[in-house]
Each structure stands twice: as structure tokens, then as C-alpha cells.
């Protein structure tokens, strides 16, 4: 049994979307990983097919009913009984890649995706959901970020990813954001490629890359360098 994923949305149309391309979308067509989306308005039970109402207490917009939103979890939980529920919410706690690194190595997760002004909170908490956010910004609907966690998964699966990069050797799995990359040709619009990555001494290569991350760091992202960079001791620290 695959890693399987399961999305409730009213907008199932939206998925695969982009995950059907490329890597995730190879292996999806592979088997390595499953998706199904789940519409929400199929588990409204009034003849207006109602999902959402106003807010008790007043104020804009509606908010997703609880009794609707129950039922499309206990059908999603159904086909994989021991995977998380993820509300995808700009309240949620901030995704991360070890948050990412946890779902990927479980069975799979179901996905709920929020739409209105919000999600009735007692379902959200009968149901142990865990809220996440993808960022300090506003979207219309949780259904892109659900692609964006989905996506941070799928690239983890086994088999996924080529040999040459396991997913893991990059930016934030050392902490750090990643080094800037050269290729041919040496010379373009007049600016050269550093030249220590064209003197095949790889110790030195090794080094301007790690000085190159953590300027990066420093500078764009104060905030996870003060979390990882400065506790991450260098390799030829303590000589001496
Ligand atoms: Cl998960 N959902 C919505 N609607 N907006 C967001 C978000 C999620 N994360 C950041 N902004």
C-alpha cells in the first residue's frame, strides 16, 4: 500500500493540478504514491446540498459546517485509518521540512482544505486535526497549499527522486539555505563562474559553498540562522 493522500476540497477538480507533471506526477503514474480528492459537497445532506452557514455571533463571510465536514473526514479516513488530518489554514502552525520529513515517513495524510471565512472549530478539534500554514500571507483557499505540502512529500517517497540528489542534501536539511550554482559556459553577458569552482580542488569548493550558504543565511534569514547556523560547527573548527 502506497503513501496515500487524500484531499477534501470543494474544489476536487483543482488536484492533481500540477502534481500530475513532472516528478510527482511520474510517480504518481508509477504507483508510488496515491491521491484522491474528495469533494466535501458530496456529504451534504439537506437538499440545497449545503456545506457552510454563517457565523454564530455574526460577522462576514460563512463558515464550513461541522456535521458536513465530519462526514467527508470519516470518508477520507476510511481508505487509511492512521493518517493525520491537516487542516490547511493561514492560522495553522508554520509548515516546515521536518514537519514535512514526519508526514512523508507515515502511512499518508488526509488534507482539509478550508475555503470561506473558516472551518467550524469543534470539528477541528473532535477530530484532532492539526492546522497548518504554508506562509505569512493570505490565499483564497487551502487547496494551493495542500499542492505545496503534497508536493515537500512526494519528492521524500522512496524511488521518487534519482540517485543523484536524495532530497535531503539541500536547503534546510543542514539548515541553511542553499549555495548559488554555475554551469557552462564559463563566460556569459560578460560575468565569469567563481573560479574556485573551476579549480577541481574540492576541499575548497566544499568550503566556499558552506561560507556562501551561511551569508546567504545570515542576511536573508536572521531568523534560521539563529536556529541552525550559528549551533552547526564548522568542519575544521577545534583544530588548533
Ligand atoms: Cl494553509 N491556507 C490559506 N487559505 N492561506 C494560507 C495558508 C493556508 N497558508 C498561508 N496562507
Redesign the pocket.
Known amino acids: 500500500s502506497p503513501w496515500q493522500a487524500s484531499v477534501l476540497t470543494l474544489f476536487p477538480e483543482m488536484f492533481p493540478g500540477p502534481l500530475g507533471q513532472s516528478l510527482a506526477g511520474r510517480a504518481l503514474r508509477e504507483g508510488r504514491w496515491g491521491l484522491d480528492a474528495i469533494d466535501i459537497r458530496g456529504f451534504a445532506t439537506d437538499r440545497h446540498r449545503s456545506v457552510d452557514d454563517t457565523p454564530c455571533g455574526g460577522g462576514a463571510g460563512m463558515v464550513l459546517r461541522p456535521d458536513v465536514v465530519d462526514a467527508a473526514c470519516a470518508a477520507a479516513l476510511a481508505a487509511g485509518p492512521d493518517r493525520p488530518l491537516v487542516v ?3 492560522r ?1 502552525v508554520p509548515l516546515d521540512q521536518r514537519m514535512v520529513r514526519g508526514f512523508a515517513e507515515g502511512p499518508g495524510v488526509v488534507l482539509l482544505c ?1 475555503r470561506f471565512e473558516g472551518i467550524d472549530q469543534r470539528v477541528i478539534e473532535a477530530r484532532g486535526m492539526l492546522e ?4 505569512d ?3 483564497s ?2 487547496e494551493p ?1 495542500a499542492l505545496v505540502l503534497l508536493d515537500a512529500c512526494v519528492r521524500l517517497l522512496p524511488g521518487v527522486m534519482g540517485a543523484a540528489a536524495s532530497g535531503e542534501e539541500e536547503s534546510f536539511s543542514a539548515g541553511l539555505l542553499e549555495y548559488p550554482h554555475y554551469t557552462r559556459p564559463t563566460q556569459w553577458n560578460g560575468l565569469a563562474v567563481p573560479p574556485v569552482l573551476l579549480s577541481g580542488n574540492h576541499a575548497e569548493v566544499a568550503r566556499w559553498r558552506r561560507e556562501q550558504a551561511e551569508m546567504l543565511t545570515r542576511t536573508r534569514r536572521p531568523d534560521l540562522w539563529a536556529r541552525h547556523g550559528s549551533a552547526t560547527p564548522h568542519a575544521l573548527d577545534g583544530q588548533v
Request: no cysteine.
Open positions: 490547511l489554514t493561514p495553522g478550508g497548518v500554514s504554508i506562509g500571507y493570505v490565499l483557499g487551502g497549499a
